[in-house]
């Protein structure tokens, strides 16, 4: 009975069509919801190796490291992403994340928790984390989307979601700057709650472009007590896929 109440009132906010393809979709027939079809859900492009050891993106057969990695060493131990920033997966995550429909949460994370479990980031984790806005940014958005999306995460694959992370200033939209600007744009923009009492943290965001975001983020849980951080995320865009 309550769970027919919260469906109905879940179609009139988020009518029941796939948002891709606008193919209606069937809740009656689940007992949790998705709010994208299955065949759209199949559409989306996954990675798969070889990739580089470190950071996932991909690499030709026998080369174990991109020419970043090769060259630096990054604060985490390896980041994943589920597929390039295209075509579904780009669109579902535009619509997540710049045009509110929160409900998407939950699809994105059951197909990020694929990508996770399948890399065993489950299992070498003691809690999921993300990253971080400031107070002026999630008025802005509506919402905070690494939040809502490691929440999600955090039920599929069974481990707490802990904002082990502050952002202490503002920054200039990272979309806006060259490559050689960004860590310098981030440098100091994030802090850890400390203390941070756990081994080894997932820390997920929605896409991996440099990776200057996702780099600082882990900096800041190591300064913080945390030993390892693994990265997932959604997707990578294609100057680094």
Known sequence: MVW?????????????????CETPLDR??????????????????????????????PTREGIDLCSRCGHASMPFVKARAVGPYDDVLARLIQLYKFQGERAL???????????????????????VTFVPMTK????????????????????????????????????RPQVELPERERLANLQGAFAPHQPLPWTAMLLIDDVFTTGATLRECSRALLDGGVER?????????????
Request: glycine letters at 6%; aromatic letters at 4%; hydrophobic letters at 40%.
């Open 4 to 20: 027919s109440a919260i469906r109905s009132t879940l179609d009139v906010i988020y009518p029941p069509d796939c948002p891709i």
């Open 105 to 127: 949460a939950r699809d994105l994370a059951r197909t990020l928790s694929e990508r996770v479990i399948a890399e065993g980031m489950d299992a070498d984790v003691d809690a």
């Open 136 to 171: 002026r940014a999630v008025r802005d958005r509506g919402f905070n989307h690494g939040q809502r999306l490691a929440r999600e995460l955090g039920v599929a694959i069974g481990r707490p979601v802990v904002p082990a992370l502050a952002k202490t200033r503002e920054t």
């Open 229 to 241: 951080v693994v990265v997932a995320t959604l997707a990578r865009t294609a100057e680094d896929a």
């Open 28 to 57: 009656e027939a689940e007992s949790s919801p998705r709010f994208v079809c299955a065949d759209c859900l199949g559409r989306i492009e996954r990675f798969e190796p070889p990739w580089c050891e470190t950071c996932g993106v």
